[in-house]
């Protein structure tokens, strides 16, 4: 396996890590509790070092299914989780909002320790900016959580660049997760020169595209209500059908490259910046093997450049996310 650093953190991780929001959260039905857990420690065995959830996943559960699946090998990997939404503590219910008030910080790391069944954790995220509390208090928040052991990295997730710098002035950020894959190039226009610019990490969630640059969907595609891709705008029958010609080129780049669609997404961030640390998820074997396939496809500076160029002539139709979530991004 590959070992990325994120940044100038001294953060080492797997070169691709493993996203684990879709074994229990928002993809439909989630995996039996076992099944999860084998998968989970099949990523390990195949090299994976890197680790991602939150407590909003479930809420709560995805902390738990990843703490007893990496308990036998704790000191040998690095956790992410994250703290942000408003959670009712007790009976896992989310309120209306997002909380980043220093004291509920410091609660809900409390709490994923226990689920999580460690000491620390590597790499504690803001999951989504709070407009009600200054970033420089829940840099601090962290500092402190930092200071007595408890976390080992901070991080943020779809933050903008203003925010960045500031709670970067704070406690230094060892990683920036917000989504950037071929579907969705928004970071390369000011968040990814930040990142650069700072010695921030950055590691893309869904870099997949939510399963739209697998190739495994057509313009019949069409999903449950329990999946969050139903109230995505660019997952509506419309937009699905106009963005399939980004489809069509990941295949043609697949087929030049004797790869999957999956692998020429994933090998296409990688080549970006030796400091891009992708996370697919999957609930499946064979997909995570895939995805791990994509550190063997090659692409050049040029093969990048025409990609690229190609890419440009694709407008890709609807937002990202539903209005609220997308409200939430960005700040």
Not at 11 to 34: D, N, Q
Not at 74 to 94: C, L, N, S, Y
Not at 150 to 160: D, M, N
Not at 299 to 306: I, K, N, P, V, Y
Request: glycine content about 8%; hydrophobic content about 40%; some cysteine.
């Amino acid at each position: 396996m590959q070992i990325r650093r994120l940044g100038t953190s001294g953060l080492e991780v797997s070169a691709i890590g493993f996203g684990c929001m879709g074994l229990s959260h928002a993809y439909g039905r989630p995996v039996e509790k076992h099944e999860g857990i084998a998968l989970i420690r099949t990523a390990f065995d195949r090299g994976v070092t890197f680790f991602d959830t939150a407590e909003a996943y479930g809420p709560f559960v995805n902390e738990e299914l990843v703490g007893e699946a990496l308990a036998p090998f704790r000191e040998e990997v690095v956790i992410a989780t994250k703290f942000g939404f408003d959670i009712d503590p007790t009976t896992g219910e989310r309120r209306s909002g997002l909380n980043s008030q220093p004291q509920h910080i410091k609660a809900v790391a409390e709490a994923s320790l226990r689920r999580l069944k460690t000491d620390r954790i590597d790499l504690l995220y803001q999951h989504r900016v709070d407009p009600n509390v200054s970033i420089e208090d829940v840099a601090g928040a962290v500092k402190d959580l930092i200071k007595e052991g408890k976390v080992k990295h901070f991080g943020l997730s779809e933050a903008g660049a203003r925010t960045i710098r500031r709670a970067h002035a704070v406690q230094p950020v060892a990683a920036l997760q917000s989504e950037y894959s071929l579907l969705w190039r928004g970071p390369e226009a000011e968040i990814l020169p930040t990142c650069e610019e700072l010695g921030i990490g950055f590691v893309p969630w869904s870099p997949l595209g939510a399963g739209f640059l697998t190739g495994a969907m057509n313009e019949t595609t069409r999903f449950d209500s329990s999946d969050f891709r139903s109230s995505v705008p660019r997952f509506a029958p419309e937009a699905l059908k106009a963005n399939l010609v980004l489809v069509d080129l990941v295949r043609a780049w697949a087929q030049r490259k004797h790869a999957t669609p999956a692998q020429i997404a994933l090998a296409w961030l990688l080549v970006q910046k030796p400091w891009i640390v992708p996370i697919p998820g999957t609930t499946k074997l064979k997909r995570l093997d895939e995805n791990l396939g994509a550190l063997a496809v090659e692409l050049t500076l040029s093969d990048l450049r025409e990609m690229n160029d190609a890419l440009s002539q694709i407008n890709v139709q609807g937002n990202r996310l539903p209005p609220a979530l997308l409200a939430m991004s960005g700040r």
